[in-house]
């Protein structure tokens, strides 16, 4: 190090001088800053939204529309002082990140401002990337429902096969390692699973009562008559034509 320069770890005169006062206002602002922070982080997002709706209804009542870029600035200015930037910040980052908003910005063609009016078309990026994130967010929606219906597929197979576990156990003749053997368990397992099968065998509702078969008699229906020769009975003698006799 070269001599003629300063250490830095000792404070210079003029920094010496300004040390008192610079501490001074540091501590002022972090007093402000506490005193500030109890406030801001009681009003939740859900509260920004809700005096949202009471100051600019035709913009947040309703449906979800496409809003007006930088509409944080215009909020600031027609409700000064009403809430701060990281409100506003934890607000509309939900707000915009809905499943609704963004099926809303891909149906319309034109942004809003506070009083509902329109304020500018829909970029073509921002449909871009709205679409792409409701389609990832279908992708993942679909792969969820197929993990949780092969889930239960496989716990409605295990507790099917723990049910036929118990039934072959209740009826079986086999010494217990023959049939630990035939159904591919330990002894040390079977005891656990015929108590889960138990279990979920008295938890079953009750199978409703069978009705009472009718024994009546099917009443026959009666016969529709038989035209032309086949309705003729064996014992008819009624004459031919042309006066012969009928064959017996």
Do not use: W
Not at 5 to 34: H, I, R
Not at 134 to 143: D, M, P
């Amino acid at each position: 190090m070269n001599e003629n320069t300063p250490d830095s770890t000792e404070p210079t005169p003029q920094a010496a001088e300004a040390a008192p006062a610079v501490e001074a206002a540091e501590v002022a602002v972090a007093d402000a800053v506490q005193a500030d922070a109890p406030a801001a982080a009681s009003v939740t997002a859900a509260d920004v939204g809700a005096q949202l709706k009471e100051l600019f209804p035709a913009l947040f009542t309703g449906g979800a529309k496409p809003l007006k870029l930088r509409i944080q600035a215009d909020i600031q200015e027609r409700a000064p002082g009403r809430f701060t930037k990281q409100q506003l910040s934890a607000f509309f980052r939900r707000y915009t990140g809905g499943t609704g908003y963004l099926i809303a910005l891909t149906k319309a063609k034109e942004r809003f401002d506070l009083d509902g009016q329109p304020a500018g078309e829909v970029a073509e990026e921002h449909l871009v990337a709205a679409r792409e994130e409701l389609a990832r967010r279908k992708g993942l929606k679909q792969e969820r429902m197929a993990a949780e219906q092969a889930e239960h597929q496989l716990l409605d197979q295990q507790r099917h096969n723990r049910a036929g576990l118990l039934r072959d156990f209740e009826r079986t003749t086999l010494t217990l390692p023959n049939f630990c053997a035939l159904k591919g368990v330990t002894a040390e397992e079977l005891p656990g699973l015929l108590d889960i099968a138990r279990k979920e065998r008295a938890e079953q509702p009750p199978a409703p009562p069978r009705m009472a078969m009718d024994r009546r008699p099917p009443q026959r229906e009666p016969r529709e008559p038989r035209e032309g020769r086949d309705a003729r009975r064996p014992n008819d003698r009624r004459p031919r034509p042309g006066g012969g006799k009928p064959q017996r």
